[in-house]
């Protein structure tokens, strides 16, 4: 299958940053992206884009998925009250049929959004993977093996999930310091070292969690994972909230990748990461949206936006963070942080996961600067077409894999078995 | 031109704030809304809204609309350089033509965001007057007039505006303390006291703007502002960021209104306004969204959102401040603020400014509280039907009464003449 976009503006993400001209995929890939036609061959569909925006499909490079049940549920809690009182309960009924429905209703969300692969961490996984690959959706697991669950199977998992479908990876992970005792985060380094291996936890999301590692430890969490060996062959960290300066000087020197989740940090009242301070060195950074409890959307295009502005209140500074980084964050970074190499740029040769910006869209006139309007300016209404795999599975507000019916029925059924 | 919604899940922000059933209009009024039909009459169209929520139409109670030709243009300004260096110099260049499109391009996106009347202070008054019936928009003007220009103007524009078309009035105000001679203030509390007229006015946007009038008054700028007598017919201020516990206090006991502007302080570094501060007593709020300059989009669902989460970063409490109560400050709070009385709430008699929310989307759902869908989850994706005045304008992302293709072609064509 062959597919010709013609008429498009392309934000390539690769060092040619924007080009005016075609995108041609076939089967999974992309094979050309030029200002004319490539030479002597023909496509089964051709999309005049009309001058629309072709780019790299959003990464949500932090999320748990299946917590979509728990939108706009409880939200009067900061997280401790939220995850005792709340959600913990109600996860300690969730089905494998649960999980399956929950995650679908997520994907749908997230093809609306341009999100075309998830870092995801949660449980029941084969049924989250079974409706990935049903919906046709890119799904990266980071395991959240903690002293409650999971350590156990921390390493079935790791070979079970990489070997389960070319739609589904897996990374070495674990809830947080504070949820894992030192034993079973030491079990973790091994795995790290046996399979050569990045891992990536919660990290520095609240200042209670770092003070309580502080005083359990002598040190704060970054510094003592790193201490164990877990980040020996790379990984990084969800949130990193109150990051140290020797944290961050830690995850550049690494190479560790720092995880924003700016809507879930602003809505729990953990705090604001100062963005900025990432930005001005070398650091890797992406973004992710966390869960639908503590977002409660699920849109990368809103966390971008806030990880550009957030900032300024500290500074005063209009400018503290460089729009066009975060669209690389959101984009080729949260691929690269999931080890989704193939999917981070649009070029010949890539995985063809790709995203239309509608132009039409007042919110996206005129165009004074494409990307800003976008990371400024962009909410899933601006989003027209989301393919992945090569693949078009959301097009003009329609699905072409998900009966978003039967998902909204099941997901409002299955709610009073939550209580 | 009798129109019958049914099978609605309505929010009327009434005291009977949710209805299940349906609501009827005829021409620019709501005749209906209850459980069942009323008796004995006929419609002319009807409209499923297969349980879709109809709720009253956001409110932009602060916005310069025609500034959409400055969106993503110099955001790398804080407020000062910002209006010096990129706005200014552009505005003298302004003429009314440019005012006109660059106004119908806000209006657009003011319709697919469910944005039924806007608050709008700029010049070329005309102009916007004239896009705003073109395309059935409900337009309030409040003066910008300052030391630079409009204070002669100022008393004929309140006159022509407020018998200009029923769709259009006029409330008196003038661009900040800061721009704006004690002289010509005093002349605008001089045309409040002939008119018996409310008053709007920039205030407390900066701490700069906050230190400059104490320095030349003594006084914050509400307490100045105040003592000039220009609010001895209500009014209020846009902003509002630095107010002072007393300033708070001042606008309580005169029942004046403070309007916030989330995303446009935040991205130009002024600040975050303390929401919850106002909240915790009988206050009057509204919210607006600034220029597009400033914001750079023109969502109120994006503000209403910041609103209810950005405080929680100052008290560590994810419950500072309650979602529907923004939500009736974005609806019936804007509406009472600009002077729309009978615009505030979905009831028999009032005005027929209507917004269908579309409750599938994904981030819709599930439906453990659909007030907080909206407030916490809801972009622009979610508009489904936007009607003002009896007549729907917008619906299924398409326009009845505005070519958005000429509005976009003009718009950029128009760039090159700002430079």
Redesign the interface.
Known sequence: MRIRFYNARIITMADNDFVEGELWTEDDRIIYVGAGKPNDISWDRQIDCKRNVLMPGLKNAHTHSAM??????A?????ND?LFKAIFPREAKLTPEHVYWYSK??Y??YL?GGITSCFDMYFHLNESARAAVETGFRLVFCDSANDFGGIDELEDNYNTFNSFDPLVSFRLGFHAEYTTSEKNMKYVSELAHKYEAPVFTHISETRDEVEGCRQRYGVTPAVLIDRLGIFDYGGGGFHCVWFTDEDRELFRSKGLWSVFNA?S?????S??TPVYKFMNSDMKVAIGTDG?GS?????ML?EM?LDT??S??E??????VD?LRILKAGTSGGALCMGLNDCDVLAAGKKADIVMIDM????M?????IV??IV??????C?KMTMINGKILYEN?EYTTVD??E??KN??RM?SELV
Chains 1, 2 share one sequence.
């Open positions: 979509t049940f728990s939108r706009s549920l939200d009067e809690y900061s997280l939220w209703l997520a749908a969300e609306a809507c940090n602003l809505k729990l009242g705090g604001i639908a977002n409660n959307s699920l849109s809103r936006y502005v957030l300024n209140a500074t005063g500074d209009a400018a503290s729009p039409k869209k007042p919110s006139q005129p165009e004074n600067n800003r309007n400024y300016s962009a909410d899933n209404s989003v507000g978003i019916d998902v909204i997901c409002n709610l």
